[in-house]
């Protein structure tokens, strides 16, 4: 049961965020300090897991993950309530008679500081809930329902092309200089949020476009899956707009930024500083692996990175482990607070990149690794011989 | 009457020599060929690198992903398809040059 169970976090997360967002004030602050000690804390504290349970039900681990749209609605939803001038849809007034919580008058009450605190904890919820989950789903090309769902969750986040360039674009070319999502060595986090996501929007674009002039379609079509992509996130700007005003619009764009630079953050930790010769099949060492409970459980597996790019096609509870791949710093939650700070980052990964091309690299990738440490511009690495 | 609850088994020929008598018609041509020890050709199995591809000489498959994110215009109506993308709907003759590799790329930077 707890094998079904473990994959649930991200339910209860949401739960928890929908709660301490209508209750309003400091327990916005308060939602946002449980999810921090719960991932970030335990991430910490709680070691590894390396089980790979079998599944009598694999159904029932889809459908958690189809849940995620349902929440992610409900999520933005109580938001733009918090935001909007007035009581949409009778929420607060339900909630009052409900609970007996005032919940108007705590909103009244909600500090533009809580507003703040909102946009960084919906981002980070938003981002594993929705983003996390879209990518799993889009993976799975063979399952119309799965994929609908994956692009819908990605448009929380303005990246429904997500699903194509990543299938198409970064599962081939990963740890490339053509992969927009692989961080060479030197470069900073920031630099690599805005290059990845302007680079990945226009793989995609151009991946959908060579698509449809091979089936001698039109690009400017609604049969372009890219268009309908970036018209996704238009229909929910629209409708959180509708629901709550400019406001709600400022908020949710905002939030949306926010939770598309966490998912290139995670970009940046998973294949940071490695490198592949083109053509070359892709290898268990080619991706930063951890097996971190926390993060494995929130995440459902995409921890488990070396499996899942040297078996793309594998849901995420076939993937294995792999111990003896390259391993992260930490967890992805507290690797993710790393990277943030670019100076550590590159000082902390510089062990674990000697030791990569020492032990898994091969000769030509040796090579090619020795010219990205005099590329990095960063001391330290060019000094490495 | 019994054989609609049963999953239906057809037999997968490649390059002329029988591989497989009865294949899934659950599994991918890859994967029943690599279950048959064959040295099949593949790689990223997700139908993006084109390492797998092959001409389908006789019967019919249902692709899983559109085959035209990987293969040219010119390929595909030549009936190349993406054996890790191809679920066998009847018996298949599959023709592949067991040697290729990836589809050739634009070279680094």
């Known amino acids: 049961m707890f094998k079904y169970l473990k994959f649930m976090s991200f339910h209860l997360m949401a739960l928890i965020a929908i709660v301490s ?46 849940l995620a749209l349902p929440l992610t609605v409900i999520l933005v939803f109580v938001c733009c309530w918090q935001f909007a001038s007035q009581d949409i849809g009778q929420y607060g007034a339900w909630i009052s008679s409900l609970t007996g919580y005032d919940a108007l008058q705590a909103r009244q009450n909600t500090s533009v ?12 919820v938003v981002g594993v809930m929705a983003t996390i989950t879209g990518h799993e789903l889009t993976h799975r090309t063979w399952d119309p329902v799965s994929l609908l769902i994956g692009r819908w969750l990605l448009a929380f986040s303005f990246d429904a092309n997500f699903a194509i360039e990543h299938v198409y674009g970064h599962h081939k070319y990963v740890s490339t200089l053509n992969d927009p999502a692989t961080a060479p060595r030197g470069r900073s986090v920031y630099a690599h949020i805005i290059i990845s996501t302007i680079k990945g929007n226009i793989s995609a674009w151009h991946i959908e476009q060579q698509r449809l002039v091979r089936k001698q ?112 710093i930490g967890g992805y939650l507290s690797t993710f607070v790393l990277t943030l700070i670019p100076p ?36 330290a690495y060019q000094a490495c011989k | 009457m019994l054989s609609m609850f049963t999953a239906k088994a057809v037999s997968l020929t490649i390059n002329d020599t029988l591989v497989v008598e009865q294949a899934s018609v659950k599994q ?82």
């Open chain 2, 28 to 109: 991918t041509v890859l994967a029943s060929a690599l279950a048959a020890d064959i040295a099949f050709p593949h790689h990223c199995q997700v139908g993006s690198c084109g390492a797998c591809r092959c001409q389908l000489v006789s019967g019919e498959v249902k692709q899983l992903t559109d085959s035209a994110y990987v293969l040219s215009a010119k390929a595909i109506a030549q009936g190349m398809i993406l054996a890790c993308q191809s679920v066998p709907k009847s018996a298949v003759n599959i023709k592949v040059n067991l040697r290729q590799r990836q589809l050739a790329d634009e070279p680094q930077e």
């Open chain 1, 21 to 66: 967002i209508t209750l309003g004030e400091s327990y916005i602050s308060m939602g946002f300090a449980i999810w921090v000690a719960v991932y970030l804390g335990g991430d910490i504290l709680f070691g590894d897991d390396v089980h790979t349970p079998s599944y009598r039900f694999p159904a029932l681990l889809t459908w958690q993950l189809w």
């Open chain 1, 217 to 328: 379609l039109a690009v400017w079509r609604w049969h372009n899956k890219a268009l309908r992509g970036y018209a996704m996130s238009l229909a929910i700007m629209m409708w959180v707009f509708w629901l709550a005003g400019w406001q709600g619009l400022s908020f949710f764009v905002l939030m949306a930024l926010w939770a598309k630079a966490t998912l290139e953050i995670v970009n940046y930790m998973e294949h940071y500083g490695l490198v592949r010769e083109l053509n070359s099949p892709v290898k268990p060492h080619h991706s930063w692996n951890t097996n971190k409970r926390v993060s494995s459980w929130a995440m459902f597996n995409l921890t488990r990175h070396s499996h899942h790019h040297a078996q793309g096609q594998l849901p995420y509870h076939q993937l294995a482990p792999y111990p003896d791949a390259p391993q992260m």
């Open chain 1, 344 to 379: 550590l980052w590159h000082r902390l990964m510089l062990p674990k990149l000697q030791h990569w091309d020492a032990h898994f690299a091969t000769p030509a990738e040796y090579h090619m690794a020795q010219q990205a440490n005099q590329k990095s511009k960063i001391a």
């Open chain 1, 113 to 124: 500081f809580q507003y703040g605190v909102m946009v960084v904890y919906l981002g980070l």
